[in-house]
T-cell receptor, first 111, second 115 residues
Framework: GENVEQHPSTLSVQEGDSAVIKCTYS??????FPWYKQELGKRPQLIID?????GEKKDQRIAVTLNKTAKHFSLHITETQPEDSAVYFC??????????FGAGTRLTVKP | DAGVIQSPRHEVTEMGQEVTLRCKPI?????LFWYRQTMMRGLELLIY????????DSGMPEDRFSAKMPNASFSTLKIQPSEPRDSAVYFC?????????????FGPGTRLTVT
């Protein structure tokens, strides 16, 4: 089955700096890679996703890159703000089935 | 749309008791997923349904866990008997990938504490 590894487990940045979170996956059949943000005590919520036919996707301050050959994908947050502080999860699945999540990255943005 | 609805939001029970968690997916979604979240193990997929049929239950930890989806608008996750190590937040999620939107929409979760 799919195995997703995520790094780092914690990340602390100064407000305004960039944050990068990296994930690797094992199953070459995976073709959907979402990123979820989970604030304390809340549900995970999708912030951006990418499919395997695309190498990069951007939405304002958030971007995701995918390297299918190396089986890794990354989340980039630019101009970080205190409200970006949360736990971020990457995931991988084949056609939305059997989604496997990374262990999560706790991002802290210091004002 | 009200989103995915879960009940109860909090459950405290004693070891050995039966626990039933409930989920109402978003209307029209044909996939339903049950996840468990703990500090130690993160977010784990327990089981998922497509059109009310269980597709993959390989994540269900033990025979003490069972899940049903009697119709398109209701699913249950049952633990019998419960144990302290079952304490976690249980999320239900639903999706409709056939529309081209692969997003899984999570419910608010049920925080289960087994004493």
């Amino acid at each position: 089955g799919e195995n997703v590894e995520q790094h780092p487990s914690t990340l602390s940045v100064q407000e305004g700096d960039s944050a990068v979170i990296k994930c690797t996956y094992s199953d070459s059949a995976s073709n959907y890679f979402p990123w979820y943000k989970q604030e304390l005590g809340k549900r995970p919520q999708l912030i951006i996703d990418i499919r395997s036919n695309v190498g990069e996707k951007k939405d304002q301050r958030i971007a995701v890159t995918l390297n299918k050959t190396a089986k890794h994908f990354s989340l980039h947050i630019t101009e970080t703000q205190p409200e970006d502080s949360a736990v971020y999860f990457c995931a991988a699945s084949s056609n939305n089935n059997d989604m496997r999540f990374g262990a999560g990255t706790r991002l802290t943005v210091k004002p | 749309d009200a989103g995915v609805i879960q009940s109860p939001r909090h459950e405290v029970t004693e070891m050995g008791q039966e626990v039933t968690l409930r989920c109402k997916p978003i209307s029209g979604h044909d996939y339903l997923f049950w996840y468990r979240q703990t500090m130690m193990r993160g977010l784990e997929l327990l089981i998922y349904f497509n059109n009310n049929v269980p597709i993959d239950d390989s994540g269900m930890p033990e025979d003490r866990f069972s899940a049903k989806m009697p119709n398109a608008s209701f699913s249950t996750l049952k633990i019998q008997p419960s144990e302290p190590r079952d304490s976690a937040v249980y999320f239900c999620a639903s999706s409709s990938p056939g529309t081209g939107n692969y997003e899984q929409y999570f419910g608010p979760g049920t925080r289960l504490t087994v004493t």
